[in-house]
T-cell receptor, first 112, second 110 residues
Framework: GDSVTQMEGPVTLSEEAFLTINCTYT??????LFWYVQYPGEGLQLLLK?????DKGSNKGFEATYRKETTSFHLEKGSVQVSDSAVYFC???????????FGSGTKLNVKP | SQTIHQWPATLVQPVGSPLSLECTVE??????LYWYRQAAGRGLQLLFY??????ISSEVPQNLSASRPQDRQFILSSKKLLLSDSGFYLC?????????FGPGTRLTVT
């Protein structure tokens, strides 16, 4: 069935370090892929998305490339800030379906 | 622009009491609506989704129910809360293949 697997956290980095959060998926059909961010006590915010193979989504310095050959959508940022501390969720959605599938979330802690 | 509202923001209820959480959407019509639950430190669990008035699909059998009495209103209910119902409840809606979330309701069952 359709599912998303992302790396377990927490991930702890120093400010200005490079970030990678791994995400792989299993899907029938042609999914769109998403990264959401959740700050403490808040709902989820859409961070970026990619709708087809080889698309790169980007926002606020974060990037992720839709890799169909490896069924992956890894999140990267070249230089993290303390304000990036949050929980990050990878997700897939199938347009003609009514469901979205979320990974279990990866908590990122950035230390000054 | 589209906006999604949830209330209350926080709620503390005793075991065995009823529950009603409300979600409303502005700025769109006939949205797909979703209820998720997030237990402490865990991922999102899809509880219900609705593609229209009176149409509810249940993903996880439990003591919760959902209703959609109006196009832009989605209600999550329980007749008797359990301790395990504690969590962060998120309403979401779908537009053009993307999902957007409300601010959530923090429920603590004591």
């Amino acid at each position: 069935g359709d599912s998303v697997t992302q790396m377990e956290g927490p991930v702890t980095l120093s400010e200005e370090a490079f970030l990678t959060i791994n995400c792989t998926y299993t899907a029938t059909g042609y999914p769109s892929l998403f990264w959401y961010v959740q700050y403490p006590g808040e709902g989820l915010q859409l961070l970026l998305k990619a709708t087809k193979a080889d698309d790169k989504g980007s926002n606020k310095g974060f990037e992720a490339t839709y890799r169909k050959e490896t069924t992956s959508f890894h999140l990267e940022k070249g230089s993290v800030q303390v304000s990036d501390s949050a929980v990050y969720f990878c997700a897939l959605g199938l347009y003609n379906f009514n469901k979205f599938y979320f990974g279990s979330g990866t908590k990122l802690n950035v230390k000054p | 622009s589209q906006t999604i509202h949830q209330w209350p923001a926080t709620l503390v209820q005793p075991v065995g009491s009823p529950l009603s959480l409300e979600c409303t959407v502005e700025g769109t019509s006939n949205p797909n609506l979703y209820w998720y639950r997030q237990a402490a430190g865990r991922g999102l669990q899809l509880l219900f989704y609705s593609v229209g008035i009176g149409q509810i699909s249940s993903e996880v059998p439990q003591n919760l129910s959902a209703s959609r009495p109006q196009d832009r209103q989605f209600i999550l209910s329980s007749k008797k809360l359990l301790l395990s119902d504690s969590g962060f409840y998120l309403c979401a809606w779908r537009v053009r293949g993307e999902q957007y979330f409300g601010p959530g309701t923090r429920l603590t069952v004591t």
